[in-house]
């Protein structure tokens, strides 16, 4: 390899990744986004209770109207429920619901990170749609996925950190409630870009699909992509040249809008793509390389059939982090080991009469 060949990724320092916090970029791209309302600061108790072991939702979150997707008149009366900690953010509360009564439906994130992985918890027809703070709360605490966001050693881990950064870098947790609607997750693509130049796009969901097997369907994409990059993207970008963007394109694949804007970092999944690769590809996309100012064409990567090694098959996404929703329905209120007794107790009960059922049967 060449002295001046690229570096895996640019220099991670702290101003860098907090650049790509929602905070930071949405208010630029906002036009071309998602609408979103930014919650911060946050109660000091609100960390705590997203790192607590127990599950269950803050007093007062499920007092809300009955569409709610997870509250449960009933909780109000159960017989265990000054047991385990207590937690309650009515300000926060209100927030929430202003948000609700704005958008309809919201879906939660916090300065990095949504909580995909906890979707299983909502109605698979409504994933992340959230209607009442109960249900922000419930999908974060589910997820594996934000506790990256929770701590400043998490965030800025695998950091350059001189002393004169270490003093200035700065950390505050936020609570981000996007407008929910429907998404086709088909038209989701992850967009690369290395040195001011988008390189390479992945698909983005891990099924396939069979309309991208055609080529003016994806040179459609690629067209479609680079355009928009070009023109709403990088001009926006104040120099900054390392970024990876999610982007989700409209029915007819012309137009679309941003749904993420994230660094370019070990921390962001390349997807369909090792980060060696996208190294390569923007090496040979530099102007000295090409040897030519036409602009190289980004790659585009899809899983083309469904046996692809990348393809889901039958296992549902995420699915390490999935529990039954009964197990959510009786923890309320309890602590790990309550809960832990309570549940074998359900088991017991539930194998007895299995095996009562089967003598009667016979």
Aim: proline share 7%; glycine share 2%; hydrophobic share 35%.
């Amino acid at each position: 390899m060449s002295s001046d060949a690229l570096d895996l990724f640019p220099r991670q320092t702290p101003s860098y990744i907090l650049s790509f916090q929602f905070s930071s970029w949405y208010p630029t791209f906002a036009d071309v986004s998602i609408k979103s309302t930014v919650i911060r600061p946050l109660p000091s108790e609100f960390k705590q209770y997203l790192e607590s072991e127990s599950v269950f939702v803050p007093d007062g979150s499920e007092n809300v109207p009955a569409e709610s997707t997870l509250s449960d008149p009933e909780d109000d009366n159960d017989e265990d429920e000054d047991e385990g900690p207590k937690y309650a953010f009515p300000e926060l509360d209100a927030k929430i619901r202003e948000c609700v009564k704005q958008y309809d439906a919201v879906f939660p994130k916090l300065n990095f990170t949504s909580p995909r992985d906890a979707s299983w918890i909502l109605p698979a027809s409504s994933p992340l749609k959230c209607v009442s703070p109960a249900d922000v709360y419930m999908l974060l605490k589910s997820s594996d996925f934000v506790s990256h966001d929770l701590t400043p050693e998490s965030v800025f881990e695998n950091c350059d950190l001189d002393a004169e950064e270490k003093e200035q870098s700065t950390y505050e947790l936020e609570l981000v409630l996007r407008k929910w609607y429907p998404v086709n997750p088909s038209r989701e693509v992850r967009c690369f870009v290395r040195k001011g130049r988008l390189i390479a796009i992945s698909q983005r969901d891990t099924n396939h699909y069979d309309f991208l097997m055609e080529l003016e369907t994806r040179e459609k994409i690629v067209k479609s992509v680079s355009e928009f990059w070009a023109e709403r993207v990088e001009p926006r970008m104040n120099g900054q040249n390392d970024y990876i963007f999610d982007f989700l394109l409209t029915r007819d694949l012309t137009r679309g809008h941003i749904i993420d804007l994230n660094p370019y970092s070990p921390r962001t999944d390349s997807l369909l793509f090792s980060f060696e690769e996208l190294r390569e590809l923007a090496e040979s996309a530099s102007p000295k390389a090409a040897g030519n100012p036409e602009e190289v064409r980004p790659e585009f990567r899809y899983i083309g059939s469904a046996s692809h090694p990348a393809a889901q098959r039958n296992a549902p996404t995420h699915q390490h982090n999935m529990v039954p929703f009964e197990a959510l329905q009786m923890s309320s209120g309890r602590d790990i080991e309550s809960f832990a007794a309570i549940w074998k107790s359900e088991v017991v009960t539930a194998s007895k009469e299995e095996g009562a059922l089967q003598n009667s049967v016979c």
